[in-house]
């Protein structure tokens, strides 16, 4: 058995491997309910995207110090530990093996095998079948190696930003913006003729549009966890932080611009399935096939990429002494995390079997942006607590940068408990059931260390 993890992805694995975790279903569906909560105001829907991007990419700008300074697997979970202590950090992953980490995997697999029921009639036990299948096939890749699963990863995401793109080009080439579509299969909830238009912009609904952006861009801090596994992770994480959130946000920007063109302001805003509805409305009934194909690809994408980095999470808490042992140990052949990612797949296989997921993260996935926002204040706590500290990459315009994205989270966390307290509440006891799990992990690791009692 060897003790580190074989150093093998590159700038453009580990570019990709953001882009491809973060695009899943969002972009083909949220920016319709962006438009209708920015007042039916194209202007203003662009401007929260454009702020949403730029809110996102100030917690990759920060967390790219974070990376160089620090280029240890575990990524996040490594720099809360570093600068709020070991609790915290263990919270942290605690909560993304049993509910946000493995949950999301399994509400992907769950999504994409309920797509393709646009192909073939699936029963709800078929869809658990082919969910959990997908979770196999994605372990067994990882398993056999970081570099196979990249491989994967790589293709999968290329033709994902290619559907974009394709999409997106030919929505803006030939739409009309949704002229000759209101004309002949209007959308369900779309304006009557005489009716006032869309509500007025106000700043609860620009409040709530912004919420939904950062949802749709959240997952990029993932690339963080391979720093084990980057080669050159001083510089090369970094670099895939910025590159990938830059990417996303012109991805975003032409994907909405797309679908403005093909369906209008009024047809976009009353749209449920807006990725869908452009496409049919430019291309006609028989482009949805298509459509459903890259939203497949992009569920799968988005957990494939999930279950590279999460295990390494698992694997440095393990190896720190707070999570189970054995999820230390790297594969002899593959030098892999292998049972760090067999462990997280059988969960996320159960939640997936079970439905489980979707109570679970109804509940806990908000907390998610506590830790998002730890992340960033840790630049701040850690310029104070080791100024001296190697920083090859340093965020530009700080505090602020920092400052302003643990705001976004706060805003995130805030709005929730707010919204829905008593979900909070629930999820706040599950996060917490950790307690007892780290006072018995941390006392076994002291009696198992020279001297212990």
Avoid at 76 to 103: C, D, H
Avoid at 242 to 271: C, D, F, K, N, P
Wanted: hydrophobic share 55%; with cysteine.
């Amino acid at each position: 058995m060897t003790d580190n993890l074989r150093p093998t992805l590159g700038r453009r694995d580990l570019t990709l491997m953001l882009v491809g975790n973060v695009i899943g279903s969002g972009i083909f569906l949220v920016p319709a309910s962006v438009l209708r909560q920015s007042g039916e105001s194209v202007p203003v829907s662009v401007l929260v995207w454009c702020v949403g991007g730029l809110l996102s990419l100030m917690g990759a700008l920060s967390y790219a110090e974070l990376g160089g300074m620090n280029p240890r697997a575990g990524g996040l979970y490594a720099y809360i530990r570093e600068a709020f202590g070991a609790f915290p950090a263990f919270l942290y992953g605690w909560t993304l093996f049993f509910v946000i980490g493995s949950g999301t995997v399994a509400t992907l697999a769950v999504a994409a095998a309920g797509q393709l029921t646009h192909f073939a009639a699936l029963t709800g036990p078929q869809r658990q079948v082919i969910a959990v299948a997908l979770i196999v096939v994605m372990a067994a890749i990882n398993v056999r190696g970081t570099r196979e699963s990249a491989a994967v990863q790589n293709v999968t995401t290329w033709l994902k930003v290619l559907a974009i793109l394709v999409m997106s080009g030919l929505l803006l080439l030939l739409g009309d913006g949704g002229g000759s579509a209101a004309a002949t299969a209007p959308v369900a909830g779309a304006p009557v003729a005489g009716v006032p238009a869309g509500p007025a912009v106000t700043v609860s609904g620009v409040g709530l549009a912004v919420i939904a952006v950062l949802w749709a861009y959240e997952g990029w801090q993932y690339v963080t966890f391979l720093a084990g596994d980057a080669k050159d992770p001083q510089r090369t994480i970094p670099f895939a932080l910025v590159a990938g959130t830059v990417t996303l946000i012109a991805l975003y920007l032409l994907s909405v611009a797309g679908y403005h063109a093909a369906l209008g302001t009024a047809r976009m805003a009353a749209s449920e399935r807006v990725a869908g509805d452009a496409v049919t409305a430019v291309l006609g009934a028989g482009a949805g096939s298509a459509v459903t194909l890259a939203i497949v690809l992009a569920m799968y994408s988005a957990a494939h990429a999930g279950v590279t980095a999460l295990p390494r999470v698992y694997f440095a808490m393990a190896r720190d002494g707070v999570f189970f042992r054995r999820l230390s140990e790297i594969h002899p052949r593959f030098g892999t995390p292998a049972v760090a990612i067999v462990s997280s797949c059988a969960w996320a296989a159960v939640l997936a079997a079970t439905g489980t997921f979707e109570q679970l993260l109804t509940y806990v996935v908000f907390i998610g942006w506590i830790f998002y926002g730890l992340g960033a204040a840790a630049v701040i706590a850690l310029r104070r607590s080791r100024p001296a500290a190697e920083r090859p990459f340093r965020v530009p315009g700080y505090p602020v940068t920092p400052a302003l994205f643990v705001l976004a989270a706060a805003v995130i966390v805030g709005n929730t408990i707010l919204e829905q307290p008593s979900r909070s509440l629930l999820g706040l006891c599950v996060v917490l059931l950790g307690l007892p799990a780290y006072a018995a992990w941390t006392r076994a690791a002291r009696r198992a260390a020279p001297g212990g009692t």
